[in-house]
């Protein structure tokens, strides 16, 4: 079993930047070889892909809708991923809920591991 504990929620100010957290903190060697990601969710609507990020770092995938606003990375020494958002708008306001699945394809699909989501609140 995965834990998964994101952090770094809030309010903010639209047009400000946001860095979100998700650390893996219990080591395993499954931990250190997922794919993680970022989901997130608005009341009444499912949960959506945002970005991924390989266990290598190596590679990154990004919705359409979020490119070029959303950088996802990885520090593997702290077994951690970040989603940096820049330009905060107020239709990033959501709860965001990281996942981890061993490849990519299956964790936009059925990620096997959630973290428990970080709101994040839009001041505009």
């Known amino acids: 079993q995965v834990q998964l504990v994101e952090s770094g929620g809030g309010l903010v100010q639209a047009g400000d930047s946001l860095t979100l957290s998700c650390a893996a903190p219990?080591?395993?060697?499954?931990?250190?070889?997922?794919?993680m990601g970022w989901f997130r969710q608005v009341p009444g609507a499912e949960r959506v892909f945002v970005a991924a990020?390989?266990?290598?770092?190596?590679?990154?995938y990004y919705s359409d809708s979020v490119q070029g606003r959303i950088t996802i990375s990885r520090n593997n020494a702290k077994n951690t991923i970040y989603l940096q958002i820049d330009n905060v708008k107020a239709e990033g306001a959501a709860v965001y809920y990281c996942?981890?699945?061993?490849?990519?394809?299956?964790?936009?699909?059925?990620?096997?591991?959630w973290g428990q989501g970080t709101q994040v609140t839009v001041c505009t």
């Open positions: 996942a981890a699945e061993a490849y990519y394809s299956k964790l936009v699909s059925t990620p096997g591991y």
């Open positions: 990020i390989t266990y290598t770092g190596t590679s990154s």
């Open positions: 219990q080591r395993t060697s499954e931990s250190e070889r997922l794919t």
